[in-house]
């Protein structure tokens, strides 16, 4: 599986960004899929996940105001971003399991960077 992560750029507090995460090499509906950051200094941290079905979860520092979704007919992920904070500026990878429920990353985009300005 190779993923192909886009959409990021610099946006104000309060502001949105929509960051997609195009996929190929195999059978998309079967993988879950989610979305990590990586802030400057930190370690990667989970964002948010949605199963083949389309059940999500989410961290707790965006629940409510990010949205993970799917579209398994144009093999893409995506994540809405709104009520962006400082906070939110990193670096956001896609990532594939190999298991239709995200269980544990198997495949990862090469990032998009965020930048959010207070």
């Known amino acids: 599986v190779q993923l192909q992560a886009s959409g990021g750029g610099l946006v104000q507090a309060g502001g949105s960004l929509r960051l997609s995460c195009a996929a190929s090499?195999?059978?998309?509906?079967?993988?879950?899929m989610a979305w990590y950051r990586q802030a400057p200094g930190k370690q990667r941290e989970f964002v948010a996940s949605i199963n083949g079905g389309g059940i999500t979860n989410y961290a707790d520092s965006v629940q409510g105001r990010f949205t993970i979704a799917r579209d398994n007919v144009k093999n893409s992920a995506y994540l809405q971003m709104n009520s962006l904070k400082p906070e939110d500026t990193a670096v956001y990878y896609c990532?594939?399991?190999?298991?239709?429920?995200?269980?544990?990353?198997?495949?990862w985009g090469q990032g998009t960077l965020v930048t959010v300005s207070s």
């Open positions: 990532a594939a399991a190999k298991t239709w429920t995200f269980i544990a990353p198997a495949y």
């Open positions: 090499g195999s059978p998309f509906s079967r993988y879950g």
